[in-house]
């Protein structure tokens, strides 16, 4: 008898392209400066790691294949991190942990209390993954149903591609979301979406919660990752967005997502997501020392 094979594609959590576990490392290792706790930025003339205490944690220890539990860890990590009055910045891993990092800091600061601003190629917000609830395409939807985050303080860029359904988008207009499709982002420009967005963000709330999927960049620029969808931003858009949300609206809490080291093509994609966040603690530095900022003005005279 011959045999007969069949393709049986078992993953665990959903995932189109796997092993996104090895992100956080990743990032902290994308960087060919010395690990000397020093970072000043030129332009901002600020050192994210001097100015601030920035402490890294590690990893936090989750429960293998137990992805509820896990996120239950990473909630009550964040709530503590912001009763401590610091500012979660968290290395994924998956889109799903957005569902507990934000999570967690609205048990602090106050559920509607924390808006969002999410750069990202997909909109996250399904209404599950094949029946799970839990997953990287469900945590915006998770985060505006439990009522942490309010749908209409809550704004996406980027986004592009083939999903979600129209039944999904239809739900996220009644919610009040404001999303701009990367072809709006590019015939308007950047500046001007980003200037009618920030009042959208403080109206009401008392902090901002950057979630930045590092798939929001052009695959040719950021091809270590699971879903990469081509016609992204460039990675120099991404990083000016991120100095001036840092540095313009009250950031407490940040995560940086979907990097997945086994895609990724001469640690492109680590490096990049490595810069957002330094770019994020610099613009902070920045904010908390009360500077100032104009991108046209002559570098040597800041
Ligand atoms: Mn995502």
Same mark, same amino acid.
């Given at each position: 008898m011959e045999r007969q094979w069949a393709g049986s594609r078992v993953e665990a959590l959903h995932r189109e392209r796997w092993v996104v576990q090895f992100g956080p490392q990743a990032i902290r290792g994308g960087d060919y400066l010395p690990h000397d706790g020093e970072r000043p930025h030129l332009a901002l003339?600020?050192? &994210?790691?001097?100015?601030?205490? $920035?402490?890294?944690?590690?990893?936090?220890?989750?429960?293998g294949g137990d992805l509820v539990s896990s996120l239950a860890v990473l909630r009550d990590a964040t709530e503590k991190i912001s009763r401590a009055g610091a500012i979660a910045v968290v290395l994924g891993g998956d889109h799903s942990i957005a569902s507990a990092d934000v999570a967690g800091i609205a048990n602090h600061l106050g559920h509607g209390k924390v808006s969002m601003i999410h750069l990202d190629t997909h909109a996250d917000t399904g209404e599950d993954q094949w029946g799970a609830l839990v997953g990287h395409g469900t945590p915006m939807r998770r985060l505006i149903d439990s009522g942490a985050v309010r749908g209409d303080r809550f704004l996406q860029?980027?986004?592009?591609?083939?999903?979600?359904?129209?039944?999904?988008?239809?739900?996220?207009?009644?919610? &009040?979301? /404001?999303?701009?499709?990367?072809?709006?982002?590019?015939? /308007?420009?950047?500046?001007? $979406?980003?200037?009618?967005? *920030?009042?959208?963000?403080?109206?009401?709330?008392?902090?901002? *919660?950057?979630?930045?999927?590092?798939?929001? $960049?052009?695959?040719?620029?950021?091809?270590?990752? &699971?879903?990469?969808?081509?016609?992204g931003m460039t990675s120099r858009e991404l990083l000016e967005a991120v100095r001036r949300i840092c540095f313009e609206l009250p950031v407490v809490g940040i995560d940086v997502v979907e990097v997945c080291p086994a895609f990724d093509s001469a640690d492109i994609t680590a490096i990049l997501a490595n810069r957002v966040v330094l770019e994020a603690l610099s613009a902070i530095t920045l904010k908390k020392k009360g500077g100032s900022y104009s991108p046209t003005r002559n570098l040597l005279d800041r």
């Open positions: 003339r600020t050192d &994210g790691l001097k100015d601030l205490k $920035v402490y890294d944690a590690g990893d936090l220890l989750m429960p860029l980027g986004l592009r591609g083939y999903w979600p359904d129209n039944e999904t988008l239809l739900w996220m207009r009644d919610q &009040g979301m /404001r999303s701009y499709e990367m072809t709006e982002i590019h015939h /308007r420009g950047m500046k001007a $979406v980003l200037d009618e967005s *920030f009042s959208t963000l403080t109206d009401g709330c008392d902090g901002v *919660f950057l979630s930045v999927d590092i798939d929001v $960049v052009d695959p040719g620029m950021a091809p270590g990752t &699971g879903t990469p969808e081509p016609g």
